[in-house]
């Protein structure tokens, strides 16, 4: 995590450092100020409209995680809008804009269906809502892992 912030700080200098360059301190200013007016004004009304979205789609009956993903986009949009700096500005309006924020909709779902294909409970794996043995597991868990009592089936909560 050090590294990373490391990494943001130097970044942050840099295009700043460039930006103040290339168009002088004050304007540089102007734009940072720009910039987070502008943002705090996309967020209000990205987030609104997810908001919205989300609320249509619980009246409609549907589950409403796409609308879900796109709010929660458009909060960390927000968030990278009011940190200082310019690379920030950028990456939280392209979080922002429906177009973009399609594409990153989508591959933060691929990512999280990979992840949860993943996911393993003991020896006893949940597919498509029900609950079968992993024998890889069975057979190459460790012997310090294992306790000796039996919980007996697995217990499946509805509702």
Not at 12 to 25: H, I, L, P
Not at 71 to 80: E, I, K, N, S, Y
Request: no cysteine.
């Amino acid at each position: 995590m050090g590294v990373v912030l490391l990494l943001y700080l130097i970044t942050e200098v840099v295009a700043v450092w460039a930006v103040a360059s290339a168009v002088g301190a004050l304007w540089t200013i102007l734009l940072l100020l720009a910039g987070a007016i502008v943002g705090s004004w996309l967020a209000r009304r990205e987030g609104g409209k997810a908001m919205r979205a989300v609320i249509a789609a619980a009246q409609a009956g549907r589950s409403g995680h796409q609308e879900i993903t796109d709010g929660m986009l458009v909060a960390l949009g927000g968030v990278l809008i009011f940190l200082p700096g310019f690379v920030t500005d950028v990456l939280g309006v392209l979080a922002m804009v429906p177009p973009t924020r399609t594409a990153l909709r989508r591959a933060w779902l691929r990512r999280l269906e990979r992840t949860a294909g993943r996911m393993r409970y003991g020896s006893r794996v949940v597919v498509d809502g029900q609950v079968v043995n992993d024998s890889y597991a069975d057979t190459h868990r460790d012997t310090h892992d294992r306790d000796d009592r039996d919980d007996g089936p697995p217990r499946i909560i509805e509702g």
